[in-house]
Each structure stands twice: as structure tokens, then as C-alpha cells.
């Protein structure tokens, strides 16, 4: 999601500097845990109905080790570009459902 070259190698470079962060191939991050933990501990909440996460109370969260400082700038572009992706694509998208068009789609289908 760092559409800039000049940020995705910043990116490499911290992220290479970090030895902790290698994770063995096997190892999956797993976001829905993650959400799971930090509700629970109450730091975030998120609304069932928009999925839209707030931080409950800032002062609740941890200091940022130093070594992940260098890439919270980059996270935040990367949130930034997907948002507009997702923005701009909910744009485009044309919606139709009319029903002669549901019932010709289902047609075409049972042809096959």
C-alpha cells in the first residue's frame, strides 16, 4: 500500500534493521485475535454495525518501541492509500439490480 518507491524502500530498510520482527514462514499474524485482545483489555472498541474502531482511552496504550517508530509515518500512508483505494473503488462500482436484469443474469446462467 506505499504507492511512493521512495517509501517502500524506507520501508525494506527499517523493517530489515528490525531481528525481532523475522517471523518463520509458518508464522500467520492473525488481525481478529489481535482486535479480540485489545477489546478485551479495553483499549479499543469497535462498532458491530459500521466496524468503524476507536481508541477508547490513548493513555491505555503502550510506548511504541523505538525500533517501530521509523515505520509509523509508512503505516499511516499505507492506511491513507487504502482508504482512498477503497473510497474511489465504492465510486466506480455501478450498482444495478433491477429485476430484468437479475432474471436475464439467471437465464444466462441456466443456459449453462
Known amino acids: 500500500m506505499l504507492l511512493n518507491e521512495e517509501l517502500r524502500d524506507k520501508y525494506r530498510l527499517v523493517m530489515n534493521g528490525i531481528d525481532w520482527l523475522d517471523f518463520p514462514n509458518g508464522h500467520l499474524i492473525r488481525p481478529r485475535k489481535i ?11 469497535t462498532d458491530p454495525r459500521s466496524g468503524a474502531t476507536i481508541v477508547q482511552n490513548a493513555g491505555n ?6 525500533e517501530l517508530q521509523p515505520l509509523l509515518p509508512m503505516i499511516l500512508e499505507a492506511a491513507d492509500n ?29 443456459v449453462v
Do not use: G, H, S, W
Request: net charge positive.
Open 35 to 45: 482486535r479480540e485482545k485489545l477489546q478485551d483489555k479495553r483499549i479499543i472498541q
Open 82 to 110: 487504502l482508504n482512498e483505494m477503497q473510497r474511489r473503488a465504492l465510486e466506480d462500482a455501478e450498482v444495478d439490480f433491477t429485476q430484468n436484469k437479475v432474471t436475464n443474469e439467471l437465464r444466462k446462467l441456466m
Open 61 to 66: 496504550l503502550p510506548l511504541l518501541p523505538k
